[in-house]
């Protein structure tokens, strides 16, 4: 999920790197069992996220998520809140939408941060489909008493300006109109350093996952 770029393979490129380069990836499902910590009787923070959040490439405990639970651990303030990572590789925002009514009853989260849309870019799937379904995500989020933080991403300019502007756009859009915090782009920085990234040239390496939990943290610290 980086943003040197390619197409995907079960595990070889995601939409990150290439259609993801910037943002997500469309790789073979890596698990659908939700994985956290088990701070029972604290709040819980669900990911729904795609391969850039579900260590594609990595040593358990080397992803961005995995790191935001150390952190949240290590400070007296957060330490009571338990992390869930709902987030699989390949995952598209259509998937996420499905599986999300079930995590939502399950854990019961507080908080639900949203890394979904570049399998979607990668498939070529339309921006309205995908607008719609980052829109019933929120929505269902909401309607769960939580709080819904949306994480941008971006696609290269292979894919053309328009689009590729549009895209950007779509998940600031949707944030201003659902009253939901925003990441404004969770490879800020490196995206188009491939000294960052696997050698698929489209997932970020380990060394590149504390700057992505510091631009979520930007973010999501004010939200807790």
């Known amino acids: 999920m980086g943003h040197a770029g390619g197409k995907d393979t079960p595990a070889g490129p995601n939409a990150t790197g290439s259609a993801a380069a910037r943002g997500g990836g469309a790789d073979a499902p890596r698990s659908a069992d939700a ?15 795609d ?3 579900a260590e594609y490439g990595l040593s358990r405990g080397q992803g961005w998520v995995a790191l935001l639970e150390k952190r949240l651990a290590a400070d007296e303030r957060t330490r009571r809140w338990q992390v869930v990572n709902a987030s699989i590789s ?11 009514p079930a995590l939502l009853a399950q854990h ?14 990668l498939r070529g799937l339309p921006l309205k489909a995908t607008t719609a379904n980052l829109r019933q ?3 269902d989020v909401q309607a769960a008493g939580a709080r819904a933080v949306l994480v941008g991403l971006q696609v290269p300019p292979n894919y053309g300006p328009a689009y590729t502007r549009q895209f950007s756009q779509m998940f600031g859009r949707v944030a201003a109109d659902t009253d939901s915090p925003l990441v404004p782009f969770l490879l800020e920085g490196f995206a188009d350093d491939p000294d960052w990234f696997q050698a698929d040239r489209i997932h970020p390496q380990a060394k590149a996952h504390p700057r992505m939990l510091d631009t979520v943290w ?3 610290k004010d939200v807790l």
Not at 39 to 45: D, E, K, S, V
Not at 90 to 100: H, N, P, S, V
Not at 108 to 121: M, S, T, W
């Open 35 to 49: 994985t956290g910590s088990s701070n029972a009787g604290g709040p819980t923070l669900l990911v729904l996220g």
């Open 51 to 53: 391969s850039l959040s």
């Open 90 to 100: 390949g995952e598209t925002t259509a998937g996420g939408k499905g599986r999300l």
């Open 108 to 121: 019961r989260p507080k908080v639900v941060v949203i890394e979904l849309g570049a399998n979607d870019a």
């Open 137 to 139: 995500m929120v929505a």
């Open 218 to 220: 930007a973010v999501l």
